[in-house]
């Protein structure tokens, strides 16, 4: 692989974390916002992103790239997203002493660390993520503007990484 095909793959997939992270920060936002009517930065970054949401759809990229069917992309990302944050929530508990999330009072939730309800968000989120962000993605990163793009988006990963930094 060329030089430049790998800065332009790795640039797209850096942009598909970033957006998915940005897109579960603003979910996460939204939801205790609406269940308990505040704000509360659910973040673990100084940046508006959850990282695990940018893990989960490239981990969901991988696993399900030769699945075609919206409905088999639902439900494999439903299945899988539930494992990742089941496993996710004994690794933060067990092994750093840290609670982020609870479903504690959601309907059809297992030990209060995932719920149907939420599995089925994720299902969604992934499949249109997946079904629609991807493609449109993709289909700039084989544009005349790729390079352009992909020079933006390391230049905006400097920018992120040097914000963390200065602020830890």
């Not at 940046?47 to 439900?75: A, E, H, Q, S």
């Not at 840290?98 to 504690?104: A, D």
């Not at 079904?131 to 352009?148: E, R, T």
């Amino acid at each position: 692989m060329s030089f430049k095909k790998a800065y332009l793959f790795i640039t797209e997939y850096i942009l598909l974390f970033a957006l998915a992270s940005c897109i579960g920060w603003l979910y996460e936002m939204v939801c205790v916002w609406l269940l308990y009517g505040y704000y509360f930065d659910r973040g673990v970054l100084h940046l508006p992103m959850c990282p695990i949401y940018g893990f989960g759809v490239l981990l969901l990229m991988f696993v399900l790239r030769t699945v075609k069917n919206p409905f088999g992309i639902f439900l494999g990302s439903f299945l899988i997203a539930s494992g990742v944050e089941l496993t996710a929530s004994y690794i933060l508990e067990y092994g750093f002493h840290r609670i982020l999330w609870s479903y504690e009072g959601w309907p059809l939730s297992f030990q209060d660390r995932i719920s149907l309800v939420s599995s089925l968000i994720f299902g969604i989120m992934a499949t249109v993520f997946i079904k629609l962000v991807k493609p449109q993605i993709d289909k700039l990163f084989k544009s005349k503007h790729a390079a352009a793009a992909a020079v933006i988006v390391s230049m905006l990963f400097v920018a992120g990484v040097s914000w963390e930094m200065m602020h830890r």
